[in-house]
């Protein structure tokens, strides 16, 4: 066994905690901590985020599946390590959830999700509203964040993230009280990471805008940015514009990680499963679609109209148990004088989340007038009219309840076996998740396939999992887990866990629905069926991204109902599969399409505009085409190759630097874990390390280990920092402890490896220091450790071999015999913290340089502006010089002249307006620059933490 004496740990805990001047030490920390392979391009996307203590923020636009949420995530983990812990997440509503899941399952991130109804319930029982608390990274809704505006304002921020930044991306034009423009100007001055797949759709001012969100002045003013590069294509202005965004903007390419050899991509293949409802089928469709399509309803309401219509959509397309048993609930309330609500809609689970995003695009009123019960009462309607009505609800319910098989259930038994036959055919697992919408239709399901071929293969995920194998499941796994960090606490978290690890190990078919499956990962698995379509194409890619995903191992197979009856059906299925390309390909042209949609719930929106309106198969086919050429986004190849060549880097160039970084951030963990389980020897003389595996120990009854895939797996505990668990307990007492000098012998043999510098020194003794030199700055502080060490002949030992020392096993002998010698000693540690301010120093350098450039090409932009004006307004004025020589008319070039002169004094003007302006712009910059040197400006703070006298045998 391995011994360390109290002076390695305390050297162990500070080398675990430092942030030291290499930028990826830096990160050491966070990247232990995570609970995901990270691959070097998020690594690399997270340093640069991280990398300058003076940026303003940065742009992520890396291409779809390259994990922009990991590359945020380790950014924001950074900064909570930092304990920088005043952190806004801003994203779709219908990304709200996953995002809160992946933060506490990858990183144990705690985060709070908030809006007007969580708001109002934790005042209702007097818990205070965590805005501002640093309790947790805050997660809001676009619509939320804006309505809240003013209350953000008032937060020091630390980090503010934009997820789906595009929607930001026309800020430039838009109104000062659109979203965009209050959001941009109430978080003005924090630190921003905007995450976007397609910054630019259309032209380049929509790059400017998404610059401006993180920093308006970066390029001056609009019509500056107009004049360099809005509507020049040429060569220089672009790789002046490419230059330009290098210090704020990283894009990476798949294809940039597939040469590095870092991600093997599978394909999405389509399939559909036709299928022809039988006549009572199809007469409840067409009887509920015409009462659906009426204006006089008294269940659907007045004002909620569109989106109740929606979801009764849904729940119509689903099946019909789902529609029987919601319209048993229309029944019940239209006979109370009530219209529907939340409640009688609750079939389609996650309905609060599809009401936040109607929000979100700008239908408050509908989705308001779902959420008061106040505006339900069905008022002074004629009683004939209501029983009329009544009655036919009644019959509509009982046609439904007839119906004991749906055509697509029965198409669903058919083609599943061979399905599942062809996936374990390309080596997959004999797996399937069924995506429905409704929870009725979710218990038909399971019913189904458990009574025809899958008897207690099935298992279910949804908002509540109340049935009773969920219950035995969950139980089951919180026994198999309890007392591991496995176990968040969160019994909505939990339930999902095991549910995930239930299909993963055990079942064959998971059946969920949207809310159910929100932030899991099912890699895995590689056949997905969509039994029945959401309408909108972002919950649909949220759906497949499901499985197909960074770990996915062969292609996925997404499979479609046809219902040949059906035609906006079929062209529903058209639409989502030829316009927006969600079925096929290596993420198809996914990212493309999706990123120049503005709004998901829009195209909802029109879809059922066109199911409402139209009355025969040719109408649909009209306003299906006509919906189709609107969406006019054809994916433009020459477009996408000159954004990719001026947002990301030549291919080489970037293939080179992933390398490196892959080397240098498993080198650097290997160093961290190696410290962190030294540091456990040292620290719990009573832990039990395992022969067979140095990275695992069994302390206190449990079992640790510090590669988290074995800890998860095995329900162990995942050692590491950060969590406030056990490693940060002995890091702390380690920290803490005062040390006198002593006397240590180091015992190279039992050491498990090889120091070629240390090795030499067997047989020899001397003196060692180690100090601790902080670099404090008011942008950031450095937390570097030096380590000086002298044989007793006088010889200086090298200070990296002095720190490997430190790692070997050692003992510790007794109390100091000698004098140090403390002339030595210190003299070799001063010149070490002055090489080590030097570096420090060189390293603030650059990024005084880079502020210095930036601020010379903020003053250049304002004298484009001008410029461009001054020559517009010469040229006229000699344009009309020239005609008034011309003409012939004394009283036509009389006027001509004025003209001129009215021209060449307004440029004067100009010229002396740029004068003045450039003029406030150097005093402005000088003091920014002062203000920047400030933040810059160094206080090394250096304490020596031991002196010890050693011995290696």
């Not at 993963?504 to 629905?513: G, K, M, N, Q, V």
């Not at 874990?673 to 022969?691: I, Q, T």
Request: with cysteine; glycine share 6%; charged share 30%.
């Amino acid at each position: 066994m391995s011994f360390y004496t109290p002076h390695q740990a305390k050297y162990f805990a500070f080398f675990l905690t430092r942030d030291g001047l290499d930028e990826t030490e830096g990160l050491t920390q966070s990247l232990s901590s995570a609970r995901v392979d990270l691959n070097p391009h998020q690594v690399d996307a997270a340093m640069f985020a991280l990398r300058s203590p003076l940026s303003k923020g940065v742009l992520l636009a890396d291409e779809v599946g390259l994990g922009k949420t990991i590359e945020a995530a380790l950014v924001l983990s950074q900064r909570w390590w930092e304990r920088q812990r005043q952190l806004l997440l801003i994203v779709p509503a219908s990304l709200r959830k996953q995002w809160a899941t992946e933060l506490r399952e990858k990183f144990s991130l705690p985060s709070v999700i908030l809006d007007a109804k969580r708001v109002k319930d934790l005042s209702k029982a007097g818990k205070p509203n965590p805005l501002g608390r640093g309790e947790g990274i805050v997660i809001l809704s676009y619509e939320y964040a804006a309505r809240i505006a003013d209350q953000l304002r008032g937060i020091a921020w630390n980090l503010v993230v934009f997820d789906e930044a595009h929607k930001l991306r026309n800020v430039y034009r838009a109104t000062e009280t659109s979203r965009a423009a209050v959001l941009r100007d109430a978080l003005a001055g924090r630190q921003k990471l905007l995450l976007t797949a397609t910054p630019l759709q259309n032209n380049l001012m929509e790059l400017y805008g998404l610059v401006t969100v993180i920093d308006d002045t970066y390029f001056g003013s609009e019509q500056a940015f107009r004049a360099e590069f809005g509507g020049r294509e040429d060569r220089t202005s672009q790789a002046l514009l490419a230059r330009r965004l290098e210090p704020i903007c990283k894009r990476t390419l798949r294809r940039q990680v597939q040469k590095a050899g870092l991600i093997n991509y599978t394909n999405r293949l389509a399939k559909t499963f036709d299928f022809t409802p039988d006549k009572l089928e199809t007469d409840l469709y067409e009887h509920m679609s015409r009462y659906l399509q009426r204006d006089d309803t008294l269940a659907v309401g007045k004002n909620g109209r569109h989106l109740v219509t929606l979801v009764l959509r849904k729940i119509l397309g689903s099946s019909s148990f789902a529609v029987a048993a919601t319209l048993d609930k229309m029944v019940t309330r239209l006979e109370r004088k009530l219209s529907v609500n939340e409640e009688a809609l609750n079939d389609i689970d996650g309905l609060e989340e599809t009401a936040e995003e109607w929000r979100e695009e700008g239908q408050a009123t509908e989705t308001e007038a779902l959420e008061d019960e106040m505006d339900d009462a069905v008022e002074d309607t004629d009683p004939k009219l209501l029983q009329a009505e009544i009655d036919e609800l009644k019959r509509y319910r009982e046609l439904a309840g007839s119906i004991q098989t749906n055509a697509k259930g029965k198409a669903l038994l058919d083609s599943l076996p061979n399905v599942l036959d062809e996936i374990v055919a390309k080596n997959g697992q004999r797996k399937a998740v069924i995506f429905t919408e409704s929870v009725r239709t979710q218990s038909y399901l399971r019913e189904l396939l458990e009574a025809h071929g899958f008897t207690g293969q099935t298992v279910v995920l949804n908002g509540s999992n109340a049935d009773k194998d969920s219950s035995a499941i969950y139980k089951a796994w919180l026994e198999r887990h309890r007392g591991t960090d496995v176990v968040s606490g969160s019994k909505t978290a939990d339930m999902k866990a095991a549910i995930v690890d239930a299909f993963r190990d055990d079942r064959t078919i998971l059946i969920a629905t949207e809310s159910g499956a929100e932030g899991i990962n099912l890699q895995f698995c590689s056949l997905l069926i969509n039994y029945d379509l959401p309408w909108n194409p972002q919950r649909v890619e949220q759906r497949i991204g499901r499985c197909h995903r960074y770990g996915q191992k062969i292609d996925v197979t997404v499979i479609n109902f046809m219902n040949r009856k059906n035609q906006a059906e079929a062209r529903i299925v058209q639409l989502l599969d030829q316009k927006f390309k969600l079925f096929e390909g290596v993420f198809g042209s996914s990212d493309e399409v999706l990123g120049a949609i503005e709004s998901g719930v829009d195209i909802e929106r029109r879809i059922l505009d066109i199911v409402q309106s139209c009355r025969n198969n040719d109408q649909i086919n009209a306003a299906f085409d006509a919906l189709q050429r609107e969406f006019a986004f054809e994916i433009d190849e020459a477009k996408t190759a000159a954004r990719n060549k001026l947002l990301a880097e030549m291919d080489d160039k970037v293939i080179s630097r992933l390398h490196l970084r892959k080397d240098a951030v498993a080198s650097s963990l290997d160093e961290f874990k190696r410290a962190l389980l030294s540091l456990a020897r040292a620290e719990l003389p009573d832990a039990r390390f395992h022969a067979d595996h140095v990275e695992r120990f069994d302390y206190e009854g449990k079992t640790y280990s510090s590669e988290w895939p074995e800890a998860d797996a095995r329900g162990w505990q995942f050692f590491r920092l950060a969590d406030e668990g056990l490693a940060d307990q002995i890091v702390a007492v380690a920290k803490a402890r005062e040390l006198d000098a002593a006397e240590i012998r180091f015992d190279y043999s039992a050491y498990a490896g090889n120091l070629g510098d240390v090795a030499p020194l067997r047989g020899n003794s001397g003196w060692l220091r180690v100090a601790r030199l902080k670099l404090i700055t008011p942008a950031r502080t450095f937390d570097e450790l030096i380590c000086v060490a002298f044989t007793d002949d006088g010889t200086a030992v090298h200070a990296e071999t002095a720190g490997r020392m430190l790692t070997v096993p050692a003992t510790v002998i007794g109390a100091t015999v000698g004098i140090a010698p403390e002339t030595d000693l210190t003299k070799v540690l001063e010149a070490s913290r002055t090489e080590v301010v030097g570096r420090a120093q060189q390293r603030l350098g650059e990024f005084l340089n880079e502020e210095e450039e930036r601020l010379d090409s903020w003053r250049d932009d304002a004298r484009v502006s001008y410029d461009q004006q001054i020559k517009a307004l010469t040229k006229e004025a000699n344009e009309k010089k020239k005609l008034a020589r011309a003409v012939q008319s004394l009283q036509e070039k009389v006027e001509l002249q004025r003209e001129a002169s009215g021209l060449k004094r307004h440029a004067d003007d100009l010229q002396h307006q740029l004068y003045n302006r450039l003029k406030e712009i150097d005093d402005e910059r000088e003091r920014m620059l002062d203000e920047i040197a400030d933040k810059l400006g160094l206080t090394p703070e250096m304490t020596v933490l031991f002196t010890i006298r050693w011995s290696i045998a």
